[in-house]
């Protein structure tokens, strides 16, 4: 049986922006400004594109080592991207597959960063744990972005 999870967060970032730092460019963002969570992270397989599969490797402050996701989606104009975990990260721990969808759209002079996952928790595993374990990481990225941005007001323009 599928379950899904929907998080949200406001930030003051335009869209645009925040979907440039914290989607498009996070592989190399995120070890800049979460070192603790993120060691590194690369294209694994393919040309970086839609099918293309990135690795994250994580530091001792994540509780897996790493995570691998293929994009299955991406919409720039539209800040929107769907991509699936393939390996690594709470697969066959917490759950049997997921997907997560997420969407920035412009909300007054800012904007509202929405995640929606959708996965098949492994029978037995504590889902509540896992959601509240991804909850976090997404708000941390997203408000990690924030300061970064606010902070750096010239970059992902």
Not at 53 to 63: D, I, K, T, W, Y
Request: aromatic residues 8%; hydrophobic residues 45%; negative net charge.
């Amino acid at each position: 049986m599928s379950s899904t999870m929907i998080s949200e967060i406001t930030t003051v970032i335009p869209a645009p922006c925040l979907f440039k730092a914290a989607i498009i460019d996070w592989h190399n963002l995120a070890p800049k400004i979460a070192a603790d969570k993120v060691v590194s992270a690369e294209t694994i397989e393919g040309d970086g594109g839609i099918g293309s599969v990135r690795q994250l490797n994580f530091g001792p402050a994540m509780p897996f080592s790493f995570e691998q996701r293929r994009l299955e989606f991406e919409d720039v104009k539209n800040c929107e991207i769907k991509s699936s975990v393939v390996a690594g990260g709470g697969l066959g721990v917490f759950f049997n597959s997921a997907t997560y969808h997420i969407k920035i759209e412009p909300s007054g002079t800012g904007s509202l960063a929405r995640m929606v996952l959708t996965f098949t928790p492994v029978p037995g595993a504590n889902s509540a744990e896992h959601e509240e374990l991804i909850k976090g990481a997404f708000f941390g990225v997203m408000k990690g972005c924030e300061a970064f941005l606010l902070a750096n007001p010239d970059a992902y323009n």
